[in-house]
C-alpha cells in the first residue's frame, strides 16, 4: 500500500550557500556615498561633529530620540561601537557633501542571519536639515545595500507611536505597518513606549519602493 508523501513547505528559492555565507555580518567598514550624501563608518573622533550637529535644534530634548545630550555623546559612540562588535549594528554618520559637515547619524541594526533581515534606525539629523533631501537621500543608499548588495530579504524600521513625524516619513517611503508592539520599552523620561513597525520585503523594493524612493528626490539636492 503506498504512501501519501506529506505535503512540503515552499522553497527558499534563495541558493542555501549564499544564504549561510551571504553574510549579514555587514562590513562595518564600507562607506556609502551618493545623491549628496556620504555616510562614513562611526569613529570616536566624529564626537565633536556629532555634538555640534545634535545642538541643530537641542535634538537629545525630544523624549522619542536616540539622540545624546552632549556630556553623553561619548559614551553613545562607545556604545554603537560595542553593538557593532557584536554584529548587531553598524552604526554611521551622515555628512552632507556640498558644505561637507556631519548632519547626524544612522545605523543597520537587529541584524539577524537567518532570514536576511536587518533594520534601519538610530537615525537623527541637525534641526536645519531635516524635511530636505539628506533623510530621503541616506534611505536610499541604506535600501539599495541592504537588497542588491547584501541580499536581504526584507528590511524593517520602528519608531515610537508619539513621533508621528518619523512615521509619516517611513510611510512615504512605501514601507509597511506591520503593527504596534505595546510598552516595548522605556522613554528616556521614564514612561512606557508603543513601538510602531514597518517593513519593506525585497519584492516590493524591486516592484515598486525603489522607483518610489528615488522620484522623490529632488533633482538638485538643497536644504530647504
Not at 14 to 36: K, M, Q, S, Y
Not at 76 to 90: E, H, M, S, T
Not at 113 to 136: C, D, F, K, M
Not at 173 to 197: E, S
Request: with cysteine.
Amino acid at each position: 500500500m503506498g504512501h501519501t508523501a506529506a505535503a512540503r513547505p515552499p522553497r527558499d528559492s534563495f541558493p542555501v550557500a549564499l544564504r549561510i555565507a551571504l553574510v549579514f555580518r555587514v562590513d562595518p567598514a564600507v562607506t556609502l556615498e551618493n545623491r549628496g550624501v556620504r555616510l562614513e563608518p562611526m569613529r570616536l573622533d566624529h564626537e565633536a561633529a556629532l555634538k555640534a550637529a545634535a545642538a541643530d535644534g537641542e535634538l537629545w530634548k525630544l523624549v522619542f530620540t536616540s539622540v545624546p545630550e552632549p556630556e553623553n555623546t561619548r559614551a553613545y559612540i562607545n556604545a554603537a561601537l560595542a553593538d557593532c562588535a557584536k554584529g548587531v549594528r553598524v552604526p554611521w554618520v551622515v555628512r552632507e557633501l556640498e558644505g561637507g559637515r556631519i548632519v547626524g547619524s544612522t545605523s543597520y541594526h537587529d541584524i539577524v542571519p537567518a532570514t536576511r533581515r536587518l533594520e534601519i534606525g538610530y537615525t537623527w539629523y541637525a534641526l536645519s536639515w531635516q524635511r530636505t533631501h539628506v533623510n530621503t537621500a541616506c534611505k536610499l543608499l541604506l535600501m539599495e545595500h541592504a537588497f542588491d548588495t547584501l541580499g536581504c530579504s526584507v528590511v524593517g524600521w520602528r519608531t515610537d507611536n508619539l513621533n508621528l513625524r518619523s512615521q509619516e516619513a517611513i510611510e512615504r517611503l512605501g514601507a509597511k505597518r506591520d503593527g504596534v508592539i505595546r510598552r516595548q520599552q522605556m522613554r528616556r523620561d521614564g514612561t512606557a513606549r508603543d513601538t510602531v513597525m514597518y517593513s519593506v520585503t525585497a519584492e516590493e523594493w524591486r516592484e515598486s519602493v525603489r522607483a518610489r524612493v528615488t522620484a522623490l528626490l529632488p533633482r538638485r539636492p538643497s536644504p530647504g
